[in-house]
């Protein structure tokens, strides 16, 4: 039979780590963390662990959108070795919008544009 502090040594050296990343980036600056991690470790806890928000304390991370490898996840998501978990900025400017405003200048510069053929 093992002592208590032979089973609690033997829980310890059980516990698996993985390697991840957290990346966050501001047009002035970006930062990437290397993290040590328990596997099962969700984006949340990693994003916590790696004390990035010292290094960005403007950063919301409740109201933040996340991802891995510029796919998006969810804050729960299980990370895998290897992982890089991305913070992202809200963006400025909706896409869509952006693209509705470009294509009617275009359609308005067509319309108003010369008839001459040259």
């Avoid at 501001?26 to 930062?31: F, H, R």
Wanted: with cysteine; proline share 4%.
């Amino acid at each position: 039979m093992h002592s208590a502090r032979e089973q609690y040594r033997c829980t310890v050296s059980a516990v698996e780590t993985i390697n991840v990343e957290v990346a966050y980036a501001l047009p002035e600056k970006q930062v990437i963390l290397p993290v040590n991690v328990e596997r099962g470790t969700t984006i949340g806890g990693a994003i916590v662990q790696s004390g990035i928000m010292m290094e960005f304390p403007e950063l919301d991370i409740e109201h933040s959108d996340v991802g891995i490898f510029g796919k998006a996840a969810a804050m729960t998501t299980v990370l895998n070795d290897g992982d890089r978990v991305e913070i992202y900025r809200p963006l400025k400017a909706d896409p869509k919008e952006v693209r509705r405003k470009r294509a009617a200048e275009g359609k308005a510069t067509r319309k108003g544009g010369s008839t001459d053929k040259g």
